[in-house]
C-alpha cells in the first residue's frame, strides 16, 4: 500500500474534498436531528397546554366535576379529547388530586401521578407516570373564583420520538445528498488537478513550484545585474570617448568596490551555499537598479540551513522581492536590509526588512496564505510567494513570522545541516 507522501497529489485533493464533504454532510445531519427534536418537544409543550387550557376553561368540566358522578360524565369527554387531538392523556381530577378520567380505567379513582402547583397556576413538565415519561401540563378549574379540580394533558417521550423520525429520514437523505454531491464535486477537482499534476506526488508537485520560483528570481536577480553592469560599462566607454578618462576608471572602480563588498561578505561565510551567494549579489543589482539602498549583514560563522539549495533560493528570493517591492512602493529613504547569522542554539537566522508602508496588523497572518496578496494580480502579485516560503521552512522543522510594528520584518529560522 503507498504512504501517504507517495500518494498523487490529484488523489490527496479528491481525499481531502472527500473527508471535508462527509464531515460537512455529518454536522448537518446532526443538526437537523437535534433542531428536529428540539421542535417536536415544542410542540409537544404547545399541543399539552392548549388542550388542558381549552378543557379547564370549558362550562362542561367544571359541571361535571361538581356533578354526582364526574367519572360519567367527563370519561367520554376526555376520550373523544384525546381522539381528536392525538395526545397520549387527558386525566381530570378533583382538588384532592384523585382521578376522574384516565386512558386506563383501572387508574380512575387512584392519585394523580405528577406535580400539583400549590397555587392556581398552570404548569409543565417532564414526569415519568403511570403511562411512562411524558411531558404534560396541568391547569386548575375553577368556577365562580373557587378551585373545584385539574386537567392535565400530556405526550409521552416515545409519542415525540415516533414525531420525529419523519425529520431523522429528511436528515439521512439531506447528508447523503450532501456526500454524492461533494462526491462528484471531488472527482471533478480531482480530473482537474490531474490535468495540471499528472500523476506527481504532492511533494513533486511542490518542489516543481519551488524550483519555478527559484528560477524566477534568480532570473531577475542575473538580469538586473546584467543590465547593471551594462549601463555602467556603456557610461565608462561613453566617459573615454569624452576624454574623461579619469570618471571612468573612478566610476569602474566604485562598481567593482561596492560589488566586491557583498562578495568578501558571501565567501566569508564558508558553509554557506554559493547558489544563495550568487542571487544575493544578483538582488543587490537588482535593489540598486530600483534606486534601493541594500545592505547586508553576514555573520561568517552564520551555518548552512537543511533546505536544499532550490528551496533556499525559493525562500530567500521571494523574502527578498517582496522587500523591494514594498521599498520601491514606499516613501524615500527607501532601503532593505538582509541578515544571516547563527542562533544560541547553532541555528540559522534570516531576517529581511524593508522601508514600506508595512503590513496591517489584521492582515499579518492572511499574507501567508496561498492565493493572498496585497499586490494587483498579474506578473507581481502571484500570492504565492509567501505560502511557498512558508511551506519550505515548515518541512524542515523552522519558523517564519512577520514582526509586529514597522519596520516591515520577517524573521525565519532554519535548523542547521547536520556537520559531515
Do not use: C
Not at 373545584?148 to 439531506?174: D, E, F, H, N
Not at 558553509?271 to 538582488?283: I, N
Not at 561568517?300 to 528551496?311: N, Q, V
Amino acid at each position: 500500500m503507498a504512504s501517504t507522501a507517495g500518494r498523487s497529489a490529484a488523489s490527496r485533493v479528491f481525499t481531502a474534498l472527500v473527508a471535508a464533504v462527509v464531515v460537512l454532510a455529518l454536522l448537518t445531519a446532526g443538526l437537523l436531528l437535534l433542531e428536529g427534536q428540539r421542535a417536536a418537544q415544542a410542540e409537544a409543550e404547545r399541543v399539552t397546554q392548549a388542550v388542558s387550557h381549552t378543557l379547564a376553561r370549558s362550562p362542561d368540566v367544571a359541571a361535571g366535576l361538581t356533578s354526582d358522578d364526574p367519572t360519567a360524565v367527563l370519561q367520554p369527554l376526555a376520550e373523544a379529547v384525546m381522539a381528536d387531538a392525538r395526545i397520549d392523556f387527558v386525566t381530570i381530577m378533583g382538588t384532592d388530586g384523585i382521578r376522574v378520567t384516565h386512558r386506563d380505567p383501572d387508574e380512575i379513582g387512584r392519585p394523580y401521578v405528577g406535580t400539583i402547583p400549590d397555587d392556581r397556576t398552570a404548569l409543565t413538565e417532564e414526569f415519568a407516570g403511570t403511562l411512562g415519561t411524558s411531558t404534560r401540563t396541568i391547569v386548575p378549574v375553577e368556577e365562580d373564583g373557587e378551585l373545584v379540580g385539574w386537567v392535565s394533558a400530556g405526550v409521552t417521550v416515545g409519542s415525540i420520538a415516533a414525531s420525529v423520525l419523519p425529520r431523522i429520514l429528511v436528515a439521512v437523505a439531506v447528508a447523503a445528498a450532501l456526500v454524492v454531491a461533494g462526491f462528484a464535486g471531488a472527482l471533478v477537482a480531482r480530473r482537474a488537478t490531474r490535468r495540471v499534476t499528472g500523476d506527481l506526488p504532492a511533494r513533486a508537485v511542490r518542489d516543481t513550484l519551488a524550483s519555478a520560483e527559484s528560477m524566477r528570481t534568480l532570473g531577475e536577480a542575473l538580469r538586473a545585474q546584467t543590465h547593471e553592469h551594462g549601463n555602467r560599462m556603456h557610461t565608462a566607454v561613453a566617459l573615454l570617448e569624452l576624454g574623461r578618462s579619469d570618471d571612468a576608471i573612478e566610476l569602474l572602480t566604485e562598481s567593482a568596490r561596492q560589488s566586491q563588498a557583498l562578495v568578501d561578505q558571501v565567501a566569508a561565510r564558508t558553509s554557506g551555499d554559493p547558489t544563495v551567494g550568487a542571487l544575493l549579489l544578483g538582488k543587490a543589482s537588482q535593489a540598486t537598479e530600483r534606486g534601493i539602498a541594500w545592505t547586508a549583514d553576514i555573520a561568517p560563522d552564520a551555518p548552512r540551513s537543511r533546505l536544499s539549495p532550490i528551496d533556499q533560493v525559493a525562500l530567500v528570493g521571494n523574502l527578498i522581492d517582496n522587500a523591494l517591492d514594498a521599498a520601491g512602493a514606499g516613501a524615500e529613504p527607501r532601503w532593505v536590509r538582509i541578515g544571516m547569522r547563527r542562533t544560541s542554539a547553532g541555528a540559522l537566522a534570516l531576517t529581511v526588512s524593508d522601508s514600506g508602508e508595512g503590513v496591517p496588523a489584521e492582515l499579518r497572518e492572511q499574507v501567508f496564505e496561498r492565493g493572498f496578496s496585497t499586490k494587483p494580480v498579474g506578473a507581481q502579485g502571484r500570492g504565492v510567494g509567501l505560502s511557498l516560503a512558508r511551506a519550505v521552512v515548515a518541512e524542515v522543522g523552522g519558523t517564519i513570522a512577520l514582526d509586529e510594528g514597522a519596520p516591515t520584518t520577517f524573521r525565519v529560522v532554519l535548523p542547521a545541516e547536520a556537520a559531515p
